[in-house]
């Protein structure tokens, strides 16, 4: 019989719950927002350790910035930054106090703290929640301690998580497990009050994981879940824990629960959710899998290199270089050689479910899926490459049940058993095949190493850490494999730890933000304007100058467009000539035009657009701009030389709006 650890089943989750208010009362947080000042250690006193990664885009350039914006407005609905108003509910990652951010958990400590302990206090429960829900999933699958603890925290310390670290990765794990845990419970409650609180949660849950409203993660994880769920209570109904009326019903009142909220939230929100929904990229996509890259999902060992020199690698997007230790093939590999009649009946089902969506999820990343099926599972809407979450989860769970389940001859739970021949034989073919699966492990990512170093020379893999990763990686599929759950976990979330860890620096405060230098300049400015209904900035800097901007809290163009608002957009394209270029979310950046010139929209990629606008034209003055950064001199007839300063060691010009706009 395997041996287990003696834990209780609270510590773990109190001594994450303790860790995560410490890092919050230092007011410390993952945050790469030291990207736009100097991040050396030795110059920049609230970088504790690490390197701010500028390939985190959608953290330090995009939400950061617009959170601390928002800070100044008491945390709106709406947002009047950018092209338009707009609303924040649909937004990911910005919180704000509208009634549907109740539903959203990791949101709730900004509206509560001041903002620098509100940031970290955020950035923590979304760790917090990933690790509590699957931690008490597998707990509640299990009964196994050692194997909760170790899986959440080798799933966390994946380096897809901490590249890709936002809500809709963390907590589209998180919220999804919560809903399966908090059902399960209800199942099994002997008590109606318990019942009724555990359905409350599973509906409250369910909420939580349908507002992410980011498809791409949610349907792999719906997917991988649900098919554990469902073959989890067959399971229970089978094995007469609960008759199959119960989880039918307690699945109906929190469906019905969960869609009374969710039919609120879309009469609250439709028009912008048509918005949404209605623009080029992403609203109407719809995608095929497959054509996805088997380096990455052989990359994960390889985090050291791919975080100290990878951001040349990623170019946009941090998916392109993270990836998770690969383990749901080794556990189905060994679950067919020793025959899933061997698996206990507890955990045969459960393990099949997780294979199940496992496999599914699979085909579609590697291979894609006839268009009706992927139709109806929605996978349509969820690019190959994004689905490696669910394939990454799948893993995690596949061994996870293998490594708790008991392993007797035929299935049957007698103790008497496991010292018969057949027994050993059993024992022997899980060894042997335990090895197997590290000599195969070993190969795959040794020849992923390989291909790695020969294709990207920026990543200066070399041949001795190829093999170190590579056989570092082995080591764990062999110990897991073997059902060593304490050494494997040990070694699992070592490794976890070393190759995901420094894509993260540890950050405190949001200084660059919230103290820059040019704050006082851009408020003094506006402080004077010519005509307070010009009081709009809008800057041809890059975005270490535009996040100070964005982030003082003064109206801006300079924010990342998450839908277009297509009165704002008609203002720059009154014929509608470009509407398939600024239909869709983008990072817009903006140039000046020739005096007296019609505004230009170019499509630089598909989610970036550039606008070319007279800045003392009737554009401008209908979008009411009054003010103009550049990190170039401006000559235009309107604008007037307020200041003239640097920044990070290059010279700013920042101007003010004096005279009336011309015709052009």
């Known amino acids: 019989m395997a041996r287990t650890l003696r834990l209780s089943k609270t510590a773990y989750p109190l001594a994450l719950l303790a860790l995560a208010i410490g890092l919050t009362i230092a007011g410390l947080s993952g945050t790469s927002i030291g990207v736009i000042a100097n991040t050396q250690p030795g110059h920049n006193p609230s970088l504790i350790t690490g390197t701010p990664r500028p390939i985190r885009w959608d953290e330090w350039n995009v939400t950061t910035p617009l959170i601390v914006a928002q800070s100044h407005h008491d945390f709106t609905r709406y947002t009047q930054d950018g092209l338009g108003p707009h609303d924040l509910t649909v937004i990911l990652d910005v919180p704000n106090r509208d009634w549907s951010s109740a539903f959203k958990p990791w949101d709730l400590p900004m509206l509560v703290l001041d903002l620098e302990h509100g940031f970290a206090a955020r950035w923590w429960m979304m760790s917090l929640l990933l690790l509590v829900g699957v931690y008490l999933l597998l707990l509640e699958l299990t009964g196994r301690v050692d194997v909760s603890i170790f899986f959440s925290l080798g799933l966390w310390l994946s380096p897809f998580f901490h590249w890709w670290y936002q809500s809709i990765t963390l907590d589209s794990v998180a919220m999804g497990t919560l809903v399966l845990v908090f059902f399960l419970y209800a199942i099994r409650s002997k008590r109606t009050l318990f019942r009724v609180l555990f359905i409350l949660l599973a509906a409250y849950s369910t909420i939580s994981f349908s507002l992410l409203l980011y498809p791409p993660f949610q349907v792999p994880i719906a997917i991988v879940l649900g098919a554990v769920g469902l073959f989890e209570v067959v399971t229970r109904v089978r094995g007469g824990e609960a008759r199959w009326q119960r989880p039918v019903a307690d699945a109906v009142v929190v469906g019905v629960l969960a869609a009374v909220v969710l039919v609120a939230f879309y009469m609250h929100t439709r028009t912008t959710l048509h918005a949404v929904t209605g623009t080029v990229y992403p609203g109407k996509r719809r995608v095929t899998g497959g054509g996805t ?294 990072n817009v950046v903006y140039e000046p035009g020739a005096p007296g010139s019609a505004p230009a929209i170019t499509l630089i990629q598909q989610d970036a657009v550039k606008v070319t606008f007279d800045p003392c034209g009737s554009a401008a003055a209908k979008l009411h701009i009054g003010f103009v950064v550049s990190p170039s001199p401006v000559t235009a007839s309107c604008l007037a030389q307020a200041v003239k300063t640097t920044y990070e060691g290059a010279p700013l010009y920042v101007y003010a709006k004096t005279a009336q706009p011309s015709n052009g």
Request: proline letters at 6%; aromatic letters at 10%.
């Open 293 to 586: 890259s088997v380096l990455q999902l052989f990359s994960a060992p390889f985090g050291v290199p791919l975080a100290v020199n990878g951001a040349t690698l990623a170019q946009t997007n941090q998916s392109e270089i993270s990836s998770f230790l690969l383990l749901g093939p080794f556990a189905l590999l060994q679950a067919f050689r020793i025959r899933l009649a061997d698996i206990d009946a507890r955990l045969r089902l459960p393990f099949i479910g997780a294979a199940v969506g496992f496999l599914i999820v699979a085909a579609w990343y590697l291979i894609s899926l006839p268009p009706f099926v992927a139709s109806v599972l929605l996978l349509d809407r969820a690019e190959a490459d994004r689905t490696l979450l669910g394939v990454g989860v799948g893993g995690f769970l596949l061994m996870a049940l293998f490594c708790a389940a008991r392993l007797t001859p035929g299935g049957v739970d007698d103790t008497q058993l496991l010292r018969t021949p057949a027994a050993r034989t059993l024992r022997q073919r899980v060894a042997t095949g335990a090895v197997v699966c590290g000599i195969l492990a070993f190969v795959a990512y040794f020849w992923a190493g390989r291909q790695l170093a020969a294709t990207f020379s920026q990543l200066h893999l070399s041949l001795w850490e190829v093999g170190l990763f590579s056989a570092a990686a082995a080591v764990v599929v062999l110990l897991l494999s073997a059902r060593k759950v304490v050494l494997g976990g040990i070694a699992m979330v070592a490794l976890g730890a070393v190759i995901s860890l420094p894509a993260n620096p540890l950050y405190q405060g949001l200084g660059p933000l919230t103290s820059s230098p040019l704050l006082p300049v851009f408020n003094r400015v506006a402080d004077h304007p010519a005509d307070p209904s010009n009081d709009v900035w809008v800057s041809y800097a890059g975005p270490n100058v535009n996040d100070v901007l964005l982030a003082s809290g003064l109206p801006t163009l300079n924010a990342e467009d998450i839908y277009p608002v297509h009165s704002a957009w008609h203002i720059l394209d009154p014929t509608g000539k470009s509407t398939d270029a600024w239909n869709r979310y983008a």
